[in-house]
């Protein structure tokens, strides 16, 4: 049952409003960024003969080893492991390390694009690029470390589950998982400038950043999971967010991938949210454990094997839907778009050509507000991955109670 916004969602939303009014009216990711970006790009050159110091060491083991440890903690790694994660009936984890991936994605992106500073100059650093993602991240600005970000925020939550949630955990067992922890973070971090991606100002950003989030998300993650399960006012509040987090995003010195990145792990946030308003009492509640008799292991290859291939389905057609309604919606309402990638027709010199006059009532209404093209690619992006997100915590979940899984 809705109520009425509270004060806390309220003051969020006005808050992320009020950033974009300001920084709009005064420009202040420019302003930012004159003042850090001079000092961040002359410590990534002071950081050039360390990082050609570490790769005295090249070896093709190194290579494939940091490459795959890069893999292990990479963005479509955890999105891989997030829906095997609700599956296996670890609920509430999953859906903390869901919001805490997209918010670290947002708040990392965010600074990388208001800073624009530039990753290690290659030549004369040696950069490998084992993988798509990983080129694609090679497009992005440098500071702060993704990686060294997400490892630092996400494996420590889930050392921190792992701490309170089982049984009465000893000293020395306790010891060893720190000291897991920081070895991966540390081999994270020195992989990222073995392979050229990072300077060590960059890596340095992105774990003392994680260490400040981790600290804020500790605070607050109970509170958090309380409110999306309420349901009270999540559906409507979370819309409202994801739309402003759109518009609140800086807009970097040149265009990168890390806008997008973030549209679609806001997107799969989002798509969560909404699954979980319609099956948390009835599935994500009390969902049995993997390894226990309610869940035994073969059950479990059993919700893989029918789920994986349920998201992907629903991903095809959730992007099938989104490129052709978004378009006739945009057109509906008089919104100016264009299209860079998903539909060919929408064309920025066509698209302006094609964009009907505002005379109906809905397209006065739209003409209000700033009038540029918008790149219609951004919401089917989004509406995407939602829709991939939401089917791991509704569709599946239905589908498995079909099959007796």
Same mark, same amino acid.
Not at 22 to 50: C, G, M
Not at 89 to 94: D, F, P, T, W
Not at 260 to 280: K, M, N, P
């Given at each position: 049952?809705?109520t009425d916004f509270s004060w806390w969602q309220a003051l969020t939303l006005s808050s992320i409003l009020g950033w974009v009014v300001v920084s709009s009216l005064f420009d202040?990711?420019?302003?930012?960024?004159?003042?850090?970006?001079?000092?961040?790009?002359r410590q990534v050159l002071a950081d050039t003969p360390f990082i050609l110091r570490i790769q005295k060491w090249q070896h093709g083991f190194f290579d494939k080893f940091f #490459?795959?440890?890069?893999?292990?903690?990479?963005?479509?790694?955890?999105? &891989?492991f997030l829906p095997i994660l609700f599956w296996s009936g670890h609920g509430r984890l999953a859906r903390q390390m869901t919001l805490l991936m997209a918010f670290c994605d947002?708040?990392?992106?965010?600074?990388?694009?208001?800073?624009?500073?530039?990753?290690?100059? #290659?030549?004369?650093?040696?950069?490998?690029?084992?993988?798509?993602?990983?080129?694609?991240?090679?497009?992005?600005?440098? !500071?702060?470390?993704?990686?060294?970000?997400?490892?630092?925020?996400?494996?420590?939550?889930?050392?921190?589950?792992?701490?309170?949630?089982?049984?009465?955990?000893?000293?020395?067992?306790?010891?060893?998982?720190?000291?897991? !922890?920081?070895?991966?973070?540390?081999?994270?971090?020195?992989?990222?400038?073995? %392979?050229?991606?990072?300077?060590?100002?960059?890596?340095?950003?992105?774990?003392?950043? &994680?260490?400040?989030?981790?600290?804020? =998300?500790?605070?607050?993650?109970?509170?958090?999971?309380?409110?999306?399960?309420?349901?009270?006012?999540?559906?409507?509040? =979370?819309?409202?967010? #994801?739309?402003?987090?759109?518009?609140?995003?800086?807009?970097?010195?040149?265009?990168?991938?890390?806008?997008?990145?973030?549209?679609?792990?806001?997107?799969?946030?989002?798509?969560?949210?909404?699954?979980?308003?319609?099956?948390?009492?009835?599935?994500?509640?009390?969902?049995?454990?993997?390894?226990?008799?309610?869940?035994? %292991?073969?059950?479990?290859?059993?919700?893989?094997?029918?789920?994986?291939?349920?998201?992907?389905?629903?991903?095809?057609?959730?992007?099938?839907?989104?490129? =052709?309604?978004?378009?006739?919606?945009?057109?509906?309402?008089?919104?100016?778009?264009?299209?860079?990638?998903?539909?060919?027709? !929408?064309?920025?010199?066509?698209?302006?050509?094609?964009?009907?006059?505002?005379?109906?009532? %809905?397209?006065?209404?739209?003409?209000?507000?700033?009038?540029?093209?918008?790149?219609?690619?951004?919401?089917?992006?989004?509406?995407?991955?939602?829709?991939?997100?939401?089917?791991? $915590?509704?569709?599946?979940?239905? $589908?498995? &109670?079909?099959?007796?899984?």
């Amino acid at each position: 049952m809705e109520t009425d916004f509270s004060w806390w969602q309220a003051l969020t939303l006005s808050s992320i409003l009020g950033w974009v009014v300001v920084s709009s009216l005064f420009d202040l990711t420019k302003l930012i960024r004159s003042r850090v970006q001079p000092l961040v790009t002359r410590q990534v050159l002071a950081d050039t003969p360390f990082i050609l110091r570490i790769q005295k060491w090249q070896h093709g083991f190194f290579d494939k080893f940091f #490459s795959v440890v890069s893999c292990v903690v990479s963005v479509p790694f955890y999105t &891989g492991f997030l829906p095997i994660l609700f599956w296996s009936g670890h609920g509430r984890l999953a859906r903390q390390m869901t919001l805490l991936m997209a918010f670290c994605d947002y708040i990392g992106n965010c600074i990388k694009d208001v800073v624009s500073a530039p990753r290690p100059s #290659s030549p004369p650093v040696r950069r490998l690029t084992a993988t798509s993602d990983e080129k694609q991240h090679a497009m992005e600005y440098g !500071l702060p470390s993704s990686h060294a970000l997400n490892t630092v925020c996400l494996t420590g939550y889930f050392l921190h589950y792992v701490l309170t949630s089982g049984g009465p955990t000893d000293a020395i067992t306790t010891a060893v998982l720190f000291a897991t !922890l920081f070895m991966l973070v540390m081999l994270v971090g020195i992989g990222r400038i073995y %392979l050229g991606m990072h300077s060590l100002i960059d890596v340095v950003a992105g774990i003392v950043l &994680g260490l400040l989030i981790l600290a804020f =998300w500790l605070s607050v993650h109970s509170q958090v999971d309380n409110f999306i399960i309420s349901e009270q006012n999540v559906t409507s509040f =979370w819309t409202c967010l #994801s739309l402003l987090l759109c518009f609140a995003y800086p807009t970097p010195e040149l265009p990168t991938p890390s806008f997008e990145f973030h549209t679609a792990f806001t997107g799969v946030a989002y798509g969560v949210i909404i699954g979980l308003q319609q099956t948390y009492n009835s599935y994500n509640h009390e969902s049995p454990r993997i390894f226990t008799p309610e869940l035994p %292991l073969l059950v479990f290859l059993g919700r893989i094997l029918v789920g994986i291939p349920t998201i992907l389905t629903v991903k095809f057609c959730s992007k099938a839907i989104a490129k =052709w309604l978004l378009p006739v919606v945009c057109n509906t309402l008089g919104i100016p778009i264009v299209s860079s990638c998903y539909v060919p027709s !929408l064309k920025a010199s066509e698209s302006a050509k094609d964009q009907p006059k505002n005379t109906g009532y %809905l397209q006065r209404v739209f003409s209000l507000f700033p009038q540029k093209v918008y790149d219609v690619d951004t919401g089917i992006r989004f509406l995407q991955y939602a829709g991939l997100a939401w089917s791991v $915590v509704d569709v599946v979940p239905t $589908v498995f &109670g079909y099959f007796s899984l």
